[in-house]
C-alpha cells in the first residue's frame, strides 16, 4: 500500500472536516502532506508543521500526489485547479460556482493534460450524485432532475412553514447558525442550487450551460401573504432547480414552487438535500441526505480522493452526443403571480390564465407563461414587490403559436397540484 | 473502441430487459453474442442464432468478455459463476440467493482468479447501492443500514393499508400482476430481503452472515386485527430488514415493522424499494427507487457491465477488518405480539412489558424482547395464530442481566415511535 500525499488549499469548513475525517477514519494511505491556506493571523487546529502560505508549496512540490481545492473564492480557486492540472496533478474540489462556470474548460483541460477532477462535494453535499449520473445512469435517458439542492434556503423554508417564522427572522436564525452567509444572496437568491444544476446537466444531457443564460429566483421576495397562500392549501414551498427533456431538447431553470403533501420533497426539511431523477427505463430515483457541513461535505471529497486513488476520472459519457438547449419561448411554466399593479400581469405575457383572486392588498393570478418571458420580467416584477411562484407544472410547446405538444410529452413535476 | 461480448444465460424478465435495454440504448461497445435458455420449447423474442442450450457455449467460448448470469435457480447459478470466474470470465449476477449463500466463497474465487464479480442487480433494483456501500461509503462507519427490500411485500402491503385489501386477496392480486410467485414465500415470508441484507452486510461491516443464523419474519400472518391496531394509531407496517453497529458489534435481522407518517419509509408505495442508510459522519441517507421490474433491474446489470468493460470491481474495503457479530441475547427489540394464549407471552420471555389489552379475541402486549428468543420462538407462536411486528426500537444491552448501555448507544430505528 503507497500513501497519497494530499495538498490542501483552504482550512475553512471543508478543509478542516477533510483534515479531522482523516484523522478519525485513520486512513493511513491518504496523508495530508501541506496545508495552504491566506489569512496569516487566523490561529488553526492543526499541527504548524503542515501549513505554508505559498500556494507553490503545493502545486510545485514533487511529493504532492493529489490537491484538493476547499476555498471560497471561484476565480482564485479556478487558477489553483488550472495549473494543478498543468502540473499533472489530479484535483478534487468542492467549489460549485468555478466548477459551474468553468465546465468547458474543465473538461477541455482534462482531455488535453490526462489528469482528472472530482467534484462529487460541490452538488448536493454526502449524496452521491454526481458520480451515480455520470457513470451509473451514463447510458439511461434522463427525462426529468429536480430537488433541493441548497441547504441554507430548505432550512430557511422550514423555519416560516414549520415554525411559523417570517423571511427576515428565518433568516438572521439561519446566519446565527452559520447556514447563511452575511450577504446571503448566492443561496437564497437561487445562484448556488443553479451552479449545481448547471454540473448535472452536463452529466446528464452533456451540455454546457453558461450561468448567466439560466434564468433563476429565489426566496427571497416571499412575503407573508404567499407563506398563507400555501398554508391554507396545505402545501410548503420548495426552491426546486429543474432540470426538463424530451426528444427535442433541455429546458434548465430555478424557481421556488409549491410542492403538495405526497411529493417526497415535502418532508425533506432543514439544511437536508435532495435529488429526484425520473428516468426512461428505470423511473424514479429519489437520493436525501446531509446537503451542507463540515463532514458530510469531506465525506464527498474523501470517496473522491479514493477514486483518484483508484484511477478513476468520470466518464463524460454524454459529453460525445449532447442535447439540444430548447429556446426559452417554447418552456411554458405554471406560476403563481401574487401582483402589486395589473400591469404586472400584463408583462408577463400569460398564455392562459387559470385564476386570480383580488382581496384588498392581496391580489394574484395563476397561469401559463414562457421562461423567456420569466427570463426578461420576473426581477423587474419581484423588485416592484410582486412574488413568482412555480405550482409544479412544465410543458414544452412544439413552437407552433396556440398548440401544444401530445399529453405523453408532458413533464409535469407535480401532477397532484396540477390537477387541483 | 472495443466491443465487449457478452453471453448471458437466462431470458426471463431481467435477461430479456437486459437485452431491449442493449437494443434502445444503441450500446455498440456492448453486444450479446450468445444467450443459454434451458426450456427449449418456449417461444422467445430474440433472433434464434443467439440462443444455445449448451452452458459451454458461454462458459467455454474465448470469444465471450463477460457473463450475465439471469436465472432462477440459485445452485445452478452459482455452478455458472464458478465456472465463469475460474474461465477467466468476469460475471454479473442478479441472483440475490446465490450471492447471500456463497459469499464467502465470491471472495475468495474473486481473490484466487482476480476476476470480479458484481451483483448491484441483486439489492434493490435499480438503487446503486452495493457501489455506493462498497465504493463511497468505504471508510464512513455505518450505524445503521434499513428500508424496503422486497417489492412484492411492499405492494400486498400497500393494497392491505391503502386499498382496504385483505392479506389473501391482496396477495392474490400481486400474483396475478407477476408481482408474486405462485409460492411466495421467499418474498412474503422476509427471505428475499434476509438475502439482500446478507450482501449488504459484507460491504458495510465487512461480515459473512449465514442465512440460516439470520432471523427473518415475514407479513403473511398479518390479520385484520393487526390492520387494525396500527390504522388506528395512523401508522403503516413495512417489512423491514434492519442492520444495527454499535462499537461491540453488528446485529441482523428482518421482522414487519410499524412505521409512523413522519418516517420517509411510510411513503415507499407498491413496488418501490427504499434504503436508509446512517453513517457516522454524513447522518441519514436515503434511497428510493424501483426495486424489481425488467428494466429497473436491467439498468443496475448495464451499469455493472460498463464498470467491468472500465475494469472496475468491488473494494471488499471492510472485509479487511470485518466487525464482530453480536450475539442474539444482547439485542434487544421492542414488540407487539397478540396472541391467542397468555402461554405464548410467557415463551417469548419479556424484559419489560410496556401495555397490553384484552379485548374480547383480541389480545396483545407491546414489550421488550431479545433476538435470542425471537429466534426460537416466533416461528411456532406465529405458526399457533400470533402475530410479532416491531414497533421501531432496538437496543443493544451490554450483557450484564437488567442493565442497558448508556442512552448514546441506542440505536432507536424509529424514535417518534417508541416515544408515543
Known amino acids: 500500500m503507497t500513501t497519497k500525499h494530499i495538498g490542501l488549499f483552504g482550512l475553512g469548513c471543508v478543509g478542516y472536516g477533510l483534515y479531522q475525517l482523516l484523522q478519525s477514519t485513520a486512513s493511513r494511505d491518504l496523508s495530508i502532506r501541506r496545508i495552504v491556506v491566506s489569512d496569516r493571523r487566523k490561529p488553526r487546529l492543526v499541527p504548524s508543521e503542515l501549513l505554508s502560505f505559498q500556494p507553490g508549496d503545493i502545486l510545485e512540490n514533487p511529493d504532492i500526489d493529489i490537491v484538493v481545492e476547499a476555498i471560497d473564492d471561484a476565480e482564485a480557486a479556478w487558477q489553483i485547479v488550472r495549473t494543478a492540472l498543468l502540473r499533472g496533478k489530479p484535483v478534487i474540489t468542492a467549489n460549485k460556482k468555478m466548477v459551474a462556470q468553468h465546465l468547458g474548460e474543465l473538461i477541455a483541460l482534462q482531455k488535453q493534460t490526462g489528469v482528472p477532477v472530482l467534484y462529487e462535494a460541490a452538488v448536493c453535499g454526502a449524496i452521491p450524485i454526481v458520480r451515480t449520473i455520470d457513470q451509473y445512469f451514463s447510458h439511461e ?204 400581469v400584463k408583462h408577463l405575457g400569460f398564455e392562459r390564465i387559470s385564476e386570480g383572486l383580488i382581496e384588498g392588498e392581496f391580489q394574484y393570478v395563476t397561469g401559463t407563461v414562457t421562461l423567456s418571458r420569466l427570463k426578461k420580467y420576473a426581477h423587474i416584477l419581484q423588485n416592484e414587490g410582486a412574488t413568482i411562484v412555480g405550482t409544479g407544472k412544465v410543458v414544452i410547446s412544439n413552437g407552433q403559436p396556440g398548440t401544444r405538444i401530445p399529453k405523453s410529452h408532458e413533464k409535469e413535476t407535480c401532477s397532484t397540484l396540477s390537477q387541483n
Not at 302 to 327: Q, T, V
Request: glycine content about 8%; proline content about 5%; aromatic content about 12%.
Open 141 to 344: 435517458p434522463i427525462q426529468q432532475l429536480s430537488g433541493i439542492f441548497n441547504g441554507t434556503s430548505n432550512y430557511i423554508l422550514s423555519k416560516i412553514f414549520n415554525d411559523r417564522l417570517e423571511y427576515p427572522l428565518a433568516l438572521r436564525q439561519a446566519q446565527q447558525l452559520g447556514f447563511a452567509e452575511t450577504d446571503p444572496t448566492a443561496d437564497v437568491g437561487g445562484f448556488d442550487p443553479k451552479y449545481k444544476l448547471i454540473i448535472l446537466a452536463l452529466h446528464a444531457h452533456g451540455i454546457v450551460l453558461s450561468p448567466a443564460d439560466v434564468f433563476n429566483s429565489g426566496i427571497d421576495r416571499l412575503t407573508a401573504a404567499d407563506i398563507r397562500y400555501a398554508r391554507d392549501k396545505g402545501w410548503k414551498i420548495r426552491l426546486s432547480p429543474e432540470l426538463i427533456r424530451t426528444e427535442e431538447g433541455v429546458a434548465a431553470f430555478v424557481l421556488p414552487r409549491f410542492v403538495h403533501p405526497s411529493e417526497a420533497l415535502f418532508g425533506i426539511e432543514n439544511e437536508r438535500n435532495a435529488v429526484s431523477v425520473n428516468t426512461a427505463f428505470s423511473g424514479e430515483q429519489f437520493f436525501a441526505g446531509k446537503g451542507a457541513g463540515a463532514f458530510p461535505t469531506a465525506t464527498a471529497v474523501l470517496a473522491d480522493l479514493r477514486a483518484i486513488a483508484a484511477g478513476l476520472g468520470y466518464s463524460y459519457e454524454r459529453f460525445k452526443n449532447p442535447a439540444n438547449i430548447l429556446p426559452d419561448d417554447r418552456v411554458l411554466i405554471d406560476i403563481y403571480l401574487r401582483y402589486k399593479d395589473f400591469n404586472q
